[in-house]
């Protein structure tokens, strides 16, 4: 157990009674943790896993205003979805950054009643798009933002002029629009960097992960995972922010049985593609086109490779889950309508991922018609329970916020800071001018110009105290001579952003898991240092290795052979 966790853990035995405790630690949880500690609100927040391990770490990796949800009629949602991506590209410059998309266009008039049909309630499938309805909902976009604009207005192409810029794209299209959303290169390390935010601003609360709460009599204990030891805990209320798993919660908590069920949640798959032929042919620009499903698939660049996705399946339970085979054919059967001319193979599929996306109840035929908006549930008890039902990434931070008002009118205090403007971790002071942060870190700590780039891209201006602790180690070599992490950057991880499992430190704190660049040797070297720092025996050393390995194939289709062909990949390099 870290020294990080038995502070926490020792606050919890010297005073176990909170204002509130929220229970799940994905983004919609931790974004209320934040917003009630800023308010001097004892909050405890707990998190059976690890923080964002569960559909937080399995996004699309986009943050955006939601264009198809015009077609829905939820302006609202627009409006709130393009005033917190503006938010992010501010308050997390380091983490959110701006991304073209372009959509192929190949009729002119289809689409047209979409959002009629949405309006008398037909839940099927729409019509394709054509260009007056996607030119249409382009102005709608751009005029939510007339007043406060960060991005370019959207433009139209021709068939020769889309060509001209991606002559593979798919063939009978005849215009291309292209508008700017953004994406989000670590949304699990944005997590946690609120939770740091959170420790340094608000040290009377407490954030545990590998955690479980139980109600025993008028209050609750909570149970460490990791030592089976519990304590006593109060609060005057609980949020239920467990997102696919919301209704097991309820019963869990308030001892309910048989209420009708809030979430229905529906199963995302996105795969991480190695193909330099695809990452060219983006040129820089994500691809939002329809299947011929009318479902809406994504393929941008992301961290030297590319993202693709997403399947929109309904689950019946909550469950981990991974990409199947199917689904994994689905998605590049979609890039082959997009991009015929690519061979794009399964072997090219270096990492995927998969999650439930905790929706609202829903008796829609096609899910895409499912709201992605948000709401809250009181249930009433000893202890109310306030429920977080829906949400997605972009919009965490709003949701957050209308879930702390209403347990602040609750429990009768006043709001002291807004965080519509509050810059997130490395986000703080980051610097307008670019590259001013990376010419920083090389002349202060004598940093290469290359480890200076990936630590601002990693860490924003948190980068300089990575550097300071690194500074103070004898450790800091590389791990792996083809990566930038070195095992002081690594302790620095382990001692400061709550890491308790190998799991956590490869797959939430570090991204060279999902970038396809975690080899066997990586592994064995993060494992080695975390033995080290955490003072584990031998034995459970290897058993967090072990299931580091099982994990990433079970749920991440990286097989023990390709782990080992990087090795010797890399190896050849070297020759």
């Known amino acids: 157990m870290s020294d990080q966790r038995q502070k926490n853990w020792d606050s919890i035995r010297g005073d176990g009674a909170f204002d509130v405790i929220v229970v799940g630690g994905g983004i919609n949880g931790v974004g209320v943790y934040r917003e009630l500690a800023l308010q001097e609100l004892r909050v405890l927040i707990v998190e059976r896993g690890d923080f964002c391990s569960g559909c937080s770490a399995a996004p699309s990796r986009m943050i955006h205003g939601g264009l198809r949800y015009l077609e829905n009629g939820e302006f609202n949602l627009v409006r709130e979805s393009l005033r917190e991506r503006d938010a992010l590209l501010k308050n ?16 002119i008039f289809s689409g047209l009643m979409n959002s009629a049909a949405s309006f008398f309630g037909i839940s099927g499938k729409p019509s394709s798009r054509g260009a007056i309805p996607i030119k249409i909902g382009l102005s709608l976009y751009d005029w939510v933002t007339r007043t406060s604009r960060l991005l370019p207005v959207h433009t139209f192409r021709s068939k020769s002029a889309t060509r001209a810029k991606w002559p593979e794209l798919m063939p009978g299209l005849k215009f291309s629009a292209t508008y700017h959303d953004a994406w989000i290169s670590h ?21 545990l992960n590998y955690a479980e709460i139980r109600p025993a009599g008028d209050g609750f204990t909570v149970r460490n995972a990791l030592t089976n030891e519990t304590l006593p805990v109060s609060a005057r209320m609980i949020v ?17 049985t048989g209420q009708e069920p809030l979430v229905s949640g529906t199963k995302g798959s996105h ?45 019946k339970s909550a469950k981990r889950v991974s990409c199947t085979p199917e689904e994994q054919d689905y998605i590049l059967g979609s890039l082959q309508l997009v991009f015929p001319g690519i061979e794009i193979a399964s072997s090219d599929v270096v990492f995927s991922y998969a999650g ?8 829609h035929d096609f899910t895409g018609r499912i709201s992605r908006g948000h709401f809250t549930r009181r249930i009433e008890g000893t202890v109310p329970q306030l429920c977080m039902i829906g949400g997605k990434w972009t919009t965490f931070r709003a949701f957050a916020e209308q879930a702390a008002d209403e347990i602040l009118k609750e429990l009768n205090v006043r709001r002291k800071t807004a965080t519509l403007a509050l810059p997130i971790g490395g986000g703080k002071d980051y610097p307008r001018e670019k590259g001013a942060l990376e010419k920083e870190l090389v002349s202060t700590f004598g940093a290469t ?8 891209a990693v ?98 289709g990286v097989t023990g052979q390709m782990l080992e062909s990087r090795n010797l990949n890399r190896s050849k390099l070297c020759v």
């Open 356 to 363: 439930i996306r905790p929706l609202p109840k829903s008796d």
């Open 459 to 556: 860490y924003g201006t948190n980068a300089r105290n990575v550097l300071r602790f690194c500074q103070l180690r004898d450790d800091d070599q590389l791990i792996d001579e083809a990566l930038p992490l070195t095992f002081a950057e690594a302790a620095y991880l382990i001692r400061h952003e709550f890491v308790e499992t190998l799991s956590d430190l490869v797959l939430r704190r570090t991204s060279f898991a999902i970038d396809g660049r975690l080899s066997r040797d990586l592994i064995d070297g993060l494992t080695a240092l975390l033995c080290k720092e955490l003072g584990l025996s031998a034995q459970d050393a290897d058993r967090q290795r072990s299931a580091l390995i099982d994990e990433l194939e079970a749920y991440h």
């Open 449 to 456: 110009a290359e480890r200076s780039a990936y630590l601002a």
């Open 240 to 256: 239920n922010a467990t997102g696919a798993w919301l209704d097991d919660t309820i019963s869990q908590i308030s001892g309910k």
């Open 187 to 207: 949304p699990e390390r944005l997590g946690i960097e609120l939770l740091t935010d959170v420790a340094r601003e608000a040290a009377q609360c407490v954030a």
């Open 271 to 315: 795969l991480i593609i190695d193909n330099p032929e695809l990452q060219a042919e983006l040129a820089g620009h994500m691809v939002y086109f329809e299947n011929s499903d009318g479902r809406v698939c994504i393929v941008f660049p992301y961290l030297g490779k590319v993202l693709a996705g997403s399947t929109d399946i309904r689950v």
């Open 92 to 107: 997390a410059s380091h983490l959110v950054h701006p991304l073209p998309t372009v959509i192929p266009i190949n009729s």
